[in-house]
């Protein structure tokens, strides 16, 4: 018994699983009420649904029945003189009657009252008349003839009209009064429905106050609240935000990917999870919407009931123009400041060449290549590596500036220079040692390799720099090539150059033009300069 009580004990209802009736079935009902009352209350007061022509037809008829049953037996008893009477006061009872007349089989009129032969008129038309009516006599032989009825018009009263076309009245009165009541019906509903008529005025307050723009809409997108910052977005249609779809905006459906269902507010209602960090770039809208800013950033956050079931969401736009103008000025001045250290190794290089390098053939200048070739004479003496130095400069070259002049001596010094670094190895060294002399220093170079390099220095002067000086007559081009190897009895690379230089003056003295090697047994010893204009 305990059991089957406990199973029958009343269980307080969940009302929250209970789900709010549609507003828009809400609406349907009460319209239909609306109506209904409507068609009721016109029927009350004005009869709409009674057919009063046809209720007076059949009244009138009935009168003239029974008026006519009285004369009837008044004619067959009496006098015509009777009959009259008969039919005065009938007329007298019965004020709607203008007029009686009783007219044989053959259409003569016998008796009547009134204005009857003026009032009657005949009609073969078969559809009922209000104004008169007819009932036949009759006798064993047939139809003796008919009594005839002519009624008076009917008193026009302040319905009259409305009582004659009952119909086209009915449809004017749904149209004012159904009209009337449902545009008040659905204002106070409408009203109902308006967030500013639920939601306190210290809430708008306080989603007014904040900095970004907030929207409140509800399960099928429909905007319930947006503050004044987003309503200041677009103010042209501030007003028209509450109950419109927030996907349909026009900025944002421009601006936001195709598919409302894209949109970050449905996919987070959806996922029931938050959205954050969409970024709008809205540069172009504001060309046409200068209210906009440049860049939004929305956050979403689905609303949830009791039971974690999304009954909306709230959605902020975060304007970040000045944050996105600030890191583009950032970005830019970053660029410029790369840009600037671009432009500073570039002249870092610059001057760098020009303090290494000799500004007429861009060869290295002596303090330059001393330093390098100091590096590269004390890697190969430590690693016993091969390594060669050349010696050259261009033969008889104070005859070549004293007879076509200075300009075309620098022409053949910078072509020399030229010719230089085109042939020569990315690892080797070039100097400009002075004047018209070059010092060449080749790393992992022997004997073999460093008369073949010479040599063919010396052919392809002879040849290249003579036929480039063609447009001036009688300028021959040559030069003489001293070298010298690393060997162990060398313990710097200036008794090397010096070595090398030997070797030049050898070849000078040979009678120029051709190489001469630096003897490594003889001690190198100072350079002895030539007479002026000899070399």
Known sequence: MKKLLARLRFKRPDWSAI??????????????????????????????????????????????????????????????EAVKNAMRNAQLVNKDIASIGIRSANGQLLI????????????????????????????????????EFRFSEPERGPF?????????????????????????YLKRALQSLDPSSVIPERVRMAFDA???????????????????????????????????ILSSVDWLRKSLPDGAENHPWNVAMAQNTTTKGVTLNLGELRKSLPSLPERLVINCAPILDGRKRPRGCMVTFDDETQLYRANEKLTGAMRDLEQSQIEIERKNAELERLANHDFLTGCLNRRAFNERAIAMFERARNERRPMALLMLDIDHFKSINDRFGHPVGD???????????????????????????????????????????????????EKELTNSMSDIPGCVVTTSVGFATITP?????????????????????????????????????????LPAGSR
């Open 160 to 184: 009259t009209w409305i009582e004659e076309h009952s119909t086209l009245s009915f449809l004017l009165f749904m149209l004012l009064a159904g009209g009337t009541s449902i545009f008040l």
């Open 411 to 461: 022409r053949v010094i910078r072509s020399l220079g030229t010719l230089l670094l085109s042939t020569s190895r990315a690892r080797d060294l070039i100097g400009r040692f002075g004047g018209e002399e070059f010092v060449i220093a080749l790393p992992e170079t022997g004997y073999d390799a460093a008369y073949s390099i010479a040599e063919r220095i010396r052919q392809d002067v």
């Open 112 to 147: 009547s009252s009134g204005e009857h032969r003026k009032l009657w008129k005949a009609t073969d038309s078969d559809k009922p008349d209000l104004r008169q009516a007819e009932v036949p006599l009759m006798h064993k032989a047939g139809k003796w003839g008919s009594i």
């Open 19 to 80: 789900q709010r009736p549609n507003p828009v079935a809400m609406l349907a009902v009460g319209l239909i009420a609306i109506c209904t009352s409507l068609l009721l209350s016109g029927d009350f007061f004005f009869g709409f649904l009674d057919n009063k022509e046809q209720d007076a037809q059949v009244l009138r008829k009935r009168v003239a029945e029974n008026v006519a049953s009285g004369l009837a037996e008044t004619l067959q008893a009496g006098s015509d």
């Open 489 to 529: 009895a060398y313990p710097t690379i200036e008794f090397m150059i010096n070595k090398a230089d030997e070797a030049l003056y050898a070849a000078k003295q040979a009678g120029r033009n051709r190489v001469r090697f630096a003897d490594p047994i003889k001690t190198a010893k100072p350079v002895v300069n």
């Open 210 to 244: 904040m900095t970004e723009g907030v929207v409140v809409i509800e399960p099928r997108g429909r905007i319930v609240l947006a503050n004044s910052i987003f309503r200041e977005f677009d103010p042209s249609r501030s007003n028209l935000l509450t109950g419109a």
